[in-house]
């Protein structure tokens, strides 16, 4: 059987739009009884408390419980930072002045690097950057299209 070019690229060009595309989901559980979960990136607020999905990377984004009391960009709160890139995820927990302790706060991944996370219970948890140099907190994931999961007062 022969095709001709012309087949052969839309055949080829079929094959290619079945590539699933890159996407990551952020889910939030509050189990406070108080406050909203808040997902931004830069100046748009991307949720507050529903689950968000992102179509390609989501690149620098912070997640906190507003309390009421926390600034646009988490100021006064506990703070979580994430970018989910297929190959290069990392996210971590900030109490960075002038982030500082609210709630109890934690997160981890899942659809890949299932059980990697981390939880802050108080204002002087080992598992928060408390300075810029902190950077052995971060918590990496490397699998493609992976999801997380944020948790507050768990």
Do not use: K, R, W
Request: hydrophobic residues 35%.
């Amino acid at each position: 059987m022969q095709f001709s070019l012309a087949t052969a690229t839309v055949i080829l060009a079929a094959l290619v739009g079945t590539v699933v595309a890159e996407s990551h989901t952020v889910h939030f559980t509050n189990n406070c009884g108080f406050g909203t979960p808040t997902l931004i990136q830069g100046p748009n607020v991307l949720s507050t408390g529903g689950d968000y999905t992102s179509n390609g990377p989501l690149i620098s984004a912070i997640a906190y419980l507003q309390t009421g009391s926390c600034g646009f960009n988490g100021e006064g709160c506990t703070l979580i930072e994430t970018t989910l890139e297929n190959g290069a995820s990392s996210t971590d927990i900030s109490l960075i002045p002038p982030h500082t302790f609210s709630v109890t706060s934690g997160f981890g991944y899942f659809n890949g690097c299932d059980g990697a996370g981390a939880d802050c219970t108080s204002a002087d948890c080992s598992t928060a950057f408390h300075q810029p140099n902190d950077t052995f907190v971060q918590v990496a994931c490397t699998v493609d299209n992976v999801d997380l999961a944020i948790t507050f007062c768990d």
